[in-house]
């Protein structure tokens, strides 16, 4: 199996975190590769009013097909650099999800 990458990080009770380089505004929602050791996303979200945090949310839920609860924004609230928590993913669907994007 792959590994992961450097940006995400299996936290001792299971869940993972991962470190975040986020671009709201874009014209779709997608992964577009490692931004130093972070991933980046790209948001089709403005970055106003907690809609590109949202729309971040969303985006890892649907594509792990989890509930939105299980991820969590850990901090950057109101920056580009993010970490967010995911709980109940496992690493298989988390390396499907980097791949197929």
């Keep these: 199996m792959a590994d992961l990458p450097v940006a ?3 936290q001792p009770d299971g869940a993972f975190t991962l470190s975040l380089h986020v671009q709201p505004g874009a014209k779709r929602t ?3 590769g ?3 050791e972070a ?3 790209r948001l089709a979200a403005p970055p106003v009013e907690g809609k590109a ?3 971040l ?4 839920a649907e594509a792990l097909g ?3 609860r299980a991820v969590t924004l850990l901090s950057g609230e109101t920056s580009r650099q993010k970490v967010v928590r995911i709980e109940g993913a496992d690493e298989a669907a ?3 999800l980097f791949s197929e994007n």
């Design 8 to 10: 995400v990080r299996r």
């Design 30 to 32: 997608a992964f577009a």
């Design 34 to 36: 490692l931004h130093g």
């Design 39 to 41: 991933l980046k996303v």
């Design 53 to 55: 945090n949202a729309c």
């Design 57 to 60: 949310q969303a985006f890892f």
């Design 66 to 68: 989890l509930p939105k």
């Design 94 to 96: 988390l390396l499907r």
